[in-house]
C-alpha cells in the first residue's frame, strides 16, 4: 500500500487551555449545562474514562505506538471539543484559542511527517474567528475545529461569512465536530447525549449550511464532518422533498443532497451498513477515515471497521487514505 493510511478524526487533551480557565464563572455554569445535559450516570463513566486516556492524549510517543499497532501512518490531531469554552468573553477566548493552537502545533511538531494538526476558533466572537484562523495557519495547522453552534448563534449566521470566505481561500481545513445538544435534559439518560445527540447536531449544523447557501456562495470550502455527519446524509430524502414543494425551504439553489458532493465525512458510524449508505450518499471520494482517538465512543481498530463494510478494493484504499492524502496536501 503505497497511499499512507490517514485517520482525520483524532483528539489531543490541551491542560494549559483547562488551566486557562479554572475557576472563571462562566466555566462553572458550562459545566453545570454539560452536567444536566449528559446526567450523573454518564458523567460518573466518562470521568475516570477521560483520564485513563489522558496519556495516550498528551503524550506524541504513546500516540505513535498506538497508530503504529493500528496501522495508521498519519493523525489529523484537532483539540477535544470539550475546549471550545464558547462561553468565554472576547479576551479569555483569545487566550483560549492561542493556546489550543500554541500546543496542538508543538504536539505535531514532534513528529511533522505523521501528525497534521487543527486549531480552534471562538465562534462566540465571529469578528475573532479570521484572526483565529489566520493563527492557526501561521502555526502550520492545515485549519481549524468548529462546533455545531454556539449560543445564539448557528452555522447559518450572516456574521460567520467572512470566515467562510478566508477559509475557502486559504484552503484551511474545517473539521465540525458536535459538542453538547440543546436537546438537553431529554437526552439525560443512557448516554443519548452523544448516541442521539451528536448525530443529531451534525445533521442540524449541515443543514444550517446546505439550506441558508453557504455552501453556494463558499463551494471551495474544506469541511469534514465528523461522525458520518450524523442522521444527515442517510436521511435526506425528506429535505429534497422539502426544497421541492415548499418555497419557505428553499434558501439553497437546488435539492440539498447534492451538496454533499461538496462536502467530507469521516468513516466512523460503527455499522457497516451506514458506512455503504454514506458512500452511496456522498460518493466514495468524500469519506475519510476516522477513529476519534483515544475516546471510547471511537475505534481502536479504524482499518478493520472499514474492511467490515466489504468495501470494492479501490473504494476501501480511497477511504483508507487516498482522499484524506489528496485532502491534507497543500498546494
Known sequence: MTTPTVDVHAHILIPEVEEAVAGLPGLVEARALDARRNGPAALAVSGPMVRERIPRATDAALRLAAMDAQGVDVQLVSPSPSHYHYW?????AEKVYRLANEATAAHCAQAPDRLKGLGLVPLQHPALAVDALEHALDLGLLGVEISSHTPGRELSDPAYDPFWARAAETGAILFLHPFGCTLDERLD????????????????????????GVLDRHPDLKLIAAHGGGYLPTHLGRSDHAWRVRPDAQGCSREPSSYLRQLYFDSLVHDPHVLRELLRAAGPERVLLGSDFPFDMGTDDPLGALRAADLPDACFHAVRGGNAAALLRKD
Open 88 to 92: 468565554a468573553d472576547e479576551e479569555i
Open 189 to 212: 439518560r443512557w448516554y443519548l447525549s452523544n448516541t442521539v445527540g451528536q448525530p443529531t447536531e451534525n445533521a442540524v449544523a449541515l443543514s444550517h449550511l446546505i439550506f441558508s
